[in-house]
């Protein structure tokens, strides 16, 4: 059960994401050169604070609306009294924050503090908390003819926890059995936000999104059921289908093309389909070969590959994607849902779903399929902000699931691997002819700080689980706290499908910081409350200065409140939830002399916390592709998919892209 499946909720609108573009420039933090122009808008070549120096980092629901409740396949959901509801975003409290891991990782943008709210105008429905999730599945050049992030669309999914139902939700069917489905797995709800075509112009883009039934034990950020994947490992294949999910629940085959199928140039929100002549889903009726996973050396082949033509006999073919719909993609969130009969629910059990398309001659064409032998895995939680402390290492855990044919699959080996150092990621254009002085830091070094098994194995429920620990990195950044970390990881099997181009875990890894009993304001608080304040001038043009410890005093109340916040709420301090808990227990033991209050216990980072995990079994004897690797060709067309532009996600995804080029033995990248 998912946001793909029954009984299911889909609505559309637009987002606003009204990001400080200061902090893009990883150059930017450090204090000691800052220039005041870093908070003024770009000026012809002169990049500057960007395109949004005085961003708020808030993240917005706008105008969305249920467009289809259903209950069961079949009927365009409008009869059920919860279609033309709205889903509010905040409704009664501050707006969601959109952040950035790291400035040198910002390809997994994260949505934290928000709140989804069903309302007719008046009466509340349901309500539940999105719990924090990142990013996946970004899709460069999806929006023809448009440049850089225009042309991106994303998913963010999560759960919706604490769900509450008013009396009022009774009226709908549909929210009626998802309520019944809340409260068999601890009030929460699974949920996917797409967006597309944001607009740096006006910070508004298109939305689609879905809400469905959650089940306890499957991950929270992606459908733990069936994936289809590009062949090559871009971003989508030879006709612009990217990656996508799907899941058969009771009966019904539903897929969910919502980041999957090109679009039609347009301005902003404006969301066409791309015709690409009938699209079917299709079960193939030849069969992958699998070996594995308990053999020597594990493998997958395909039986029918993509692009390859195919006669009608060697398909069971679906009902028709009526992508072409007037307005199918904000009705449906482009979801769907497909009845199996018994040959279809038999054969679907151990053969490849497929989207294929017809020929004049009878024949048709393999679009996209399933990964091949229905086998692929994914990590839930992939990215991690760890306080390292003084003595020892901080432990966390990283946990991969493995699905084949839609279940979970048990002995799998899964590997992990860390990125080399790397030096370049998080500058700006090369072409600025006035460029900040201060160097940009490398990446993954010290190596040795960070520690975690090479390989782990699959247990009967699909998960393999990884302790991460990591101990203080010693400042190897400089002006900028911490290290940035990528491990890479994959199954261990020759042929499995490669996954996206951004699939890795993710540490930021925070020095080791003790706050000190008495701190004082220029010694300990001021170094990184002046970097907020050159990074952030919504607050330091626009309310206070947070460098001038007067001004902090006068304030004490209202920022102690603010730092004080979980993560996840919208009110947190900083809004990039980059300061270790040791800094931020500093800030608040020194606004404590003036707010009268006592600072909170201190927290204490680097304490293991308790882990269960399934020890991973011995490494087999067998090649495998090189875990991370992808061919400089297939990284060149992404490369070009991409585009020249300098707004902050297509620089990063270039930055990301150039970095993964292979080099000559012994060349630093």
Known sequence: MSYCTLPRLTFSGQFQADVSTVNNDVRHYDDGSFEPRFQEAQAGPSMNGWWNPKGTGAFRLIDVQVNQALTAAGGDGTADYAHGLFVNGQEDRTAAKLVDLDPQFQMGSAIFGLQIVLTDGVREFMRGKFRWSAFRDIYFGRKANTPGSASASAKFTSILTDVTWSPDAAKSATLRSLKAASEGNNGRLAINLMTVGFSASTALGALVGSIGPYQDGNPETFISARRLAVADGKMATSLGIGYFDAEVSGGVLSLDLSNALPLKAGPGAVTRQVGMGPLFPAILRTPDTVTGPGAPGPSVSAGVTEGQTV???????????????????????????????????????????????????????????????????????????????????????????????????????????????????????????????????????????????????????????????????????????????????????????????????????????????????????????????????????????????????????LLAFAFERDIDDPNHMPVTRDLSAGKRQTVLAWLAQYTGEHPPAEEQPGTPRVLTFRAAAPSPTVAAPELGAVPNEVIQTMLADVGDGYDGKTHAMRDYLRSRLARPAGESS
Do not use: C
């Not at 991690?384 to 003595?391: E, K, L, T, W």
């Not at 044919?405 to 150092?421: I, M, T, Y």
């Open 311 to 557: 006669p009608a006999a060697d398909l069971k073919l679906l009902d028709e994607v009526p992508y072409l719909s007037e307005g199918w993609l904000q009705a449906s969130s482009a979801i769907v849902d497909s009845p199996l009969d018994a040959e279809a629910a038999a054969l679907i059990a151990d053969h490849p779903i497929a989207l294929v398309q017809p020929k004049p001659d009878g024949t048709y064409v393999v679009a996209i399929r399933e990964t091949v032998g229905g086998i692929w895995a994914r990590a839930d939680q992939f990215e991690f902000r760890m306080d390292a402390p003084a003595q020892g290492t901080v432990t966390d855990m990283a946990r991969v699931r493995a699905m084949q044919w839609g279940k979970p699959a048990e002995g799998w080996v899964v590997g992990f691997k860390l990125f080399p150092r790397q030096s370049g990621g998080g500058g700006g254009s090369p072409q600025d002819p006035n460029p900040p002085q201060a160097p940009i830091p490398d990446v993954n070094f010290p190596a040795e700080q960070v520690t975690f098994s090479a390989r782990a194995t699959t247990g009967t429920d699909g998960w393999a689980a990884n302790v991460i620990m990591a101990a203080d990195p010693g400042n190897p950044r400089d002006y900028l706290d911490g290290q940035i970390y990528n491990i890479a990881y994959g199954l261990v099997a020759l042929g499995a499908s490669p996954a996206p181009p951004i699939e890795q875990i993710i540490l930021h890894v925070r020095d080791a910081y003790n706050a000190p009993p008495a701190p004082e304001w220029e010694t300990d608080v001021a170094p990184f409350m002046r970097q907020y304040d050159d990074l952030y001038p919504v607050m330091s043009q626009g309310l206070f200065s947070l460098a001038d410890p007067a001004v902090a005093k006068q304030h004490a109340v």
